[in-house]
């Protein structure tokens, strides 16, 4: 079925720092892809995502590009803040998953001053 | 953008009664809506699909006697834990779906989530 793999974490960085979470998927047919993003005690928020081959996903500094080539959408962004700091998850949906949203299992991004 | 809200944003209940979750798709209307459920410091585990006016479909191990789910209206969902033990503690998140169906173009909005505690 369906699945997610993303870096586990937790990453811990200094602020201005250049920030890559790596995410790899396996699906069948073509995917969209989503990047999640969850703050301490919040719900999940969409941070970006890609729905075909190529596309790239930008938000917020960030930016993540569908590699069907490599089955790759990997989080990247090239200075960060201590505000960044949150749990970031990977996903994808897709006709074969019957459309549900398939996780990563998340990582968590530490920011210092 | 799209705007998911739930209520309450926290509950604390005794053991074996029973707590109702709203989720609400505020500026959109949502033919499906998802239930998940988080542990600490975990991924999120999809527990049903509702569908507005049909009965909710349950992930495999998820007791649909014990989380009871109704999808009234277009806009709105409720989780229903019955009799809940401290074993039922969790965050509770839902999800409304936005899109025409078409493959590759559904995006899911998510609420902020339900801390429930069973004491």
């Known amino acids: 079925g369906d699945s997610v793999t993303q870096m586990e974490g937790p990453v811990t960085l200094s602020e201005e720092a250049f920030l890559t979470i790596n995410c790899t998927y396996t699906?069948?047919?073509?995917?969209?892809l989503f990047w999640y993003v969850q703050y301490p005690g919040e719900g999940l928020q969409l941070l970006l995502k890609a729905t075909k081959a190529d596309d790239k996903g930008s938000n917020k500094g960030f930016e993540a590009t569908y590699r069907k080539e490599t089955t790759s959408f990997h989080l990247e962004k090239g200075s960060v803040q201590v505000s960044d700091s949150a749990v970031y998850f990977c996903?994808?949906?897709?006709?074969?998953?019957?459309?549900?949203?398939?996780f990563g299992s998340g990582t968590r991004l530490s920011i210092r001053p | 953008g799209a705007v998911v809200s739930q209520h309450p944003s926290w509950v604390i209940c005794k053991s074996g009664t029973s707590v109702k979750i709203e989720c609400r798709s505020l500026?959109?209307?949502?033919?499906?809506m998802f239930w998940y459920r988080q542990f600490p410091k975990q991924s999120l585990m999809l527990m049903a699909t509702?569908?507005?006016?049909?009965?909710?479909?349950?992930e495999q191990g998820v007791e649909k006697d014990k989380f009871l789910i109704n999808h009234a209206s277009l806009t709105l969902s409720t989780l229903t834990v019955t009799s809940a033990h401290p074993e039922d503690s969790s965050f509770y998140i839902c999800s409304a779906r936005d899109g025409g169906g078409r493959e590759g173009t559904d995006t899911q909005y998510f609420g902020p989530g339900t801390r429930l505690t069973v004491l």
């Open positions: 699906a069948t047919g073509y995917p969209s």
């Open positions: 509702s569908n507005e006016g049909s009965k909710a479909t349950y």
């Open positions: 996903a994808l949906s897709s006709y074969s998953s019957a459309s549900k949203i398939i």
């Open positions: 500026d959109f209307q949502a033919t499906t």
